[in-house]
């Protein structure tokens, strides 16, 4: 089988590794991937914003099957197109994708299936902020209604900033996707990362993350894409795990269903755990970036299955099999990141640090300059390991990112800290 993966950070890189695993896989191609996904995968150029160059990809590469891996090619149609083209992909369409790209969709679609999630109100004009934020005590959470790669939240700590804040958004600071904006109530807990596969109908569980947003230790400094990731048994109990399916996972697709946009794919639940219990934060339509590198690390069975039952309407409990040891990721990221960021440095070590046991590390933003790995882009790398337990997993890790050398090169020292203290 041909398989083209959509996306270039180190979610594909993870996706395409793993696919590659498959003894039903031939050849893997990946559009654009990165310079480390070329060393696995046939690389393709494609700008993931335009519908045309997806498709373009795709009709060059003719595979048999689509793995699409960002949000942003899932909100463009890319499935519901390729679908009308008779070609097979795994993921949701345009409709049901929606519970990530637009934010009030998803309020509301919560409100109408009573699934656990902050109190909010939904803001069309400057006008309307002052009588919405009378039922807000601060701090308050201020949220873009759009996709805004990340840059759509705020936590205001006092009435006058969520004010400011909420002017700003709704005068085009974030350009159209501030053009509505919710105020949220403020959560306090941990956040998890649960992940689920659907068919439509079914759902069956991918094993617990948690992701580490802020760019600082001790979760210090602003917010990124993910500064490393870690996935262990110990995040959620099988109590947990139940009451997850039972009263967020299974109702979202339940009510998907009954609305008209079935929901295929994977459905990650951003979790808030709450001194009143699990609420939800925010619902992605794709396995979480870096989150993804260490849930598939733990995978023992074969992922092109599990994305085929998917599509096929065959999922069940058994469709995944996955290694009890734990898995760490660690982002290596440039100077700069999540600001303005420096690239075209050159990366030593990465070799010595693949050659540890249990490792592997993922590329984002790399490419190769005059024949030498160098970087290109804010995230770089996602060295990712299992071990025999949490401290060993971790330990090796930091192990393999101590091999690894480019200029200006950040990365947070205590992921899995909140798991390694107990
Ligand atoms: P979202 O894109 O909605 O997941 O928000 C991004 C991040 O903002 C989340 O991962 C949380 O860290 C934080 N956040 C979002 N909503 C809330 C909330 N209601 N209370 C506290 N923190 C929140
Ligand atoms: N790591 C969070 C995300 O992928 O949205």
Known sequence: MKVLVLGGGGREHALVWKLKQSPRVDEVFCAPGNAGIAQEATCLPCDLTRLDSIIEAVLKVGPDLVVVGPEVPLTLGTVDELRRRGISVFGPTQAAAQLESSKSFSKAFMTRHRIPTARYAQVHAVSEIKDALAHFS????????????????????????????????????????????????????????FLVISDGERVAPLVPAQDHKRIGDGDTG?????????????????????????????????????????????????????ARGPQVLEFNCRFGDPEAQPILMRLESDLLEAFEASIEGRISDGIFRWSPEPSVCVVMASHGYPGKYESGKCISGLERANALDGVKVFHAGTSLVSGEMATAGGRVLGVTARGADLEAAVARAYEAVQCISFDGMQYRTDIAHRRLKR
């Not at 840059?151 to 501030?178: P, Y």
Request: one cysteine or more; hydrophobic letters at 45%.
């Open 222 to 274: 602003p917010n990124t894409g993910g500064m490393g990731a870690y996935s262990t048994a110990g995040l959620i109990d099988d109590n947990m795990r139940e009451w997850l399916l039972r009263h967020v996972a299974r109702p979202v697709i339940a009510g998907m269903a009954a609305e008209g946009t079935p929901y295929t794919g994977i459905l990650y639940c951003g979790l808030m755990m709450t």
């Open 138 to 193: 601060a701090p308050i959470v201020v949220k873009a209604d759009g996709l805004a790669a990340g840059k759509g939240v705020v936590i205001a700590a006092t009435k006058e900033e969520a004010v400011a804040t909420a002017t700003a958004m709704l005068q085009g600071s974030l350009g159209e996707a501030g053009y509505n904006i919710l105020f949220e109530e403020f959560l306090q807990g941990e956040e998890i990362s």
